[in-house]
Each structure stands twice: as C-alpha cells, then as structure tokens.
C-alpha cells in the first residue's frame, strides 16, 4: 500500500467513533473507585472525587488481569507471572513468583494472612498460601482444555458466601464450583466465559468476552438476566471481561479495548431495566486510565478479605 493510500485508510479508521460524543453519568465524578487492566504498563489508579488520588506501576513484565484493595487500603494484585501485595505507600508487603513456564491471572485475600490464586500450568493448580509464614496450606489440581497452551486457561475466579470457589474454565468453556478439597459440586457451560463474580442472592454473574455479553444465571442454570453490546447503538465494544453487580442492582462492565482515537468507553454501568446510566472514558491525562479490566468500588462498606475457603479465613 502507498503511503498516500494508508494515511486516508489511517484516517477513516481513526474518524470513526467507538462511543456517542456525549455518554451519560458524570464521568470520573460518578464513582471512587480502584482502577487496572489488561496492558502495559502495569498501572493502577485510585479515582477519588473525580480525580487521581493515586497510582502505582509495577516494574515487571506481564499484565494485570486482577486486583482488589481491601479494607486497610493495601492492594493485591496479579500480573500474569506473580502476585504482589502492597501499601499504599508503594511497599511490597508480599510477593509470590511463578514457576517457569506457569502464569497467574487471579488472586483473592482471605483475611488478612491467606491468598488464593489459579496457577496456569502443564498441571494447573489452585493453591491457598499463608503470606505471614510463606506456606502453602491448600492445593489441587483442576482440569484444562490443552496443558500446553497456558496462557488461555484461566482469568478469574472468586469465593461465594458459602466459601466454595467460583472459577472460570477459559478453555474449558465452562464455569465450575469447587469445594474446599478440590470437588467439583456444580458446574455450566459457557461458551465464552472470562469473569465470574458470585452474588448475594447466590446466583453468578459471567462475562463472556468475545461476544460481548453478561449473564446472571440461577442455580439451576437458567439466565435470570442477561445484557449483550449489541444493546447499545452507537457504542462498539472490544470484549467484556468483567461485570460487576452495585447494591442498587446496577451492573458495571468493563470494556477492555486500545485507546484508539480516544472515544471508546473502559466501563459502562446499566440499572436493571438495561438502561445506560455511566458511561467512563478517560485516556486523557491527568487521567489517562488505559485499557481497563478491573473496577472496585471504594465505600466504607467494603470488606473483600471477609471471605472464606471451607474453614480458612
């Protein structure tokens, strides 16, 4: 192609727009909330009355596939080839390496003294690990769809309030609930699953990706509701990885795209009678976000390490 011709097709790309010129909500102001995702650099943010209040970049290799902050501020992470765990004065409290040729994707505090994270592997593993003693105190192995391609394996999983493990087989296409020993007791097909956050009605809450489209699913495995990109002219999306359900039975997703020519949205929030609310985008600085994955909303209620696996907590 001819310099000429690739500057106009350069252009066509970058004059068409990814999301209306005005998107509801109140941007930034809308909520406070923890910030991070899928590319490099390895950046987090914390969105405080509208602006940043604070910000971290991990110097390693890979990508922030999660994050939590829990109530004494401090922030666990993982990123692709560790887990770490820090204060918000930017000091490493903990960290874990991966073994060679594994990654991890997903990481939950128990407590304040136990991690549980999904190791990707030849042989696949979920481990529960004390950080004050360094030990591991659980592990077992879970199935996968190919042990020679890692890096598809597994994105996410959390705990429910029954303390079974809600995990996302990527390349299963499935999500499946473990119990403390490693038993499978309950699990569904879902073609493109990516996130999986289970809620207090005990139901489960799924992103899947590449469709894009959330699903709440009863445990019976009937949708009970569901939310598809396609429902929202004049927005185009890359993939929904994660989706988030607020105590006013909002749902916050996450659209985890390149910032192109700035007007694709990172999240979007709909009330339950699917109608827009919060629109977020911001690839500007002082608040060039980047790509997202995960959001956390800070408020005084929130309490992630109050979880628990069969008896550890």
């Known amino acids: ?4 011709l690739f500057c106009k097709a350069q252009t066509t790309i970058d004059t068409v727009r990814s999301s209306p010129v005005t998107v509801p909500g109140k941007g ?19 969105i405080k009355g509208g602006s940043v209040v604070w910000t971290y970049t991990h110097p390693a290799k890979g990508e922030i596939s999660d994050a939590v902050m829990l109530s004494n501020g401090n922030i666990l992470f993982a990123h692709q080839f560790g ?7 930017r000091n490493v409290l903990w960290n874990y390496d991966v073994p060679d040729g594994n990654e991890v994707h997903t990481a939950v505090p128990i407590g304040n003294n136990h991690v549980l994270f999904v190791q990707n592997g030849k042989i696949a593993k979920v481990i529960v690990i004390n950080i004050k003693t360094n ?13 020679e391609q890692v890096h598809p394996q597994f994105r996410h999983a959390r705990l429910t309030n029954n303390g079974t493990l809600i995990l996302a087989h990527m390349d299963l296409h499935e999500i499946v609930e473990y119990n403390s020993d490693g038993k499978a007791i309950w699990s569904l097909n879902v073609p493109q699953v990516w996130g999986v956050t289970p809620l207090k009605n005990g139901n489960v809450l799924v992103a899947e990706e590449r ?11 009937k949708v009970v509701w569901s939310y598809s990109g396609k429902e929202l002219p004049g927005f185009k999306f890359g993939g929904w990885q994660m989706a988030y359900r607020l105590d006013n039975g909002n749902t916050i997703i996450n659209n985890w795209t390149g910032k192109g020519n700035k007007t694709p949205v990172q999240f979007i929030e709909v009330n339950k009678q699917k109608k827009l609310v919060w629109a977020l985008r911001s690839w500007d600085q002082p608040a060039d976000l980047g790509p997202s994955t995960i959001l956390q909303i800070i408020d005084n209620k929130n309490r992630p390490e109050n979880v628990r696996f069969g008896n550890i907590r």
């Open 211 to 221: 469709i894009p489209q959330v699903e709440e699913y009863d445990q019976t495995g």
């Open 83 to 89: 887990i770490t765990l820090i204060d918000q004065q």
């Open 135 to 147: 030990k591991v105190e659980k592990e077992f192995e879970v199935p996968v769809g190919n042990p």
């Open 28 to 46: 930034l102001y809308e909520h406070d909330f923890l910030y991070a995702g899928e590319g490099g650099p390895e950046t987090m943010f914390i």
């Open 1 to 4: 192609m001819s310099l000429s």
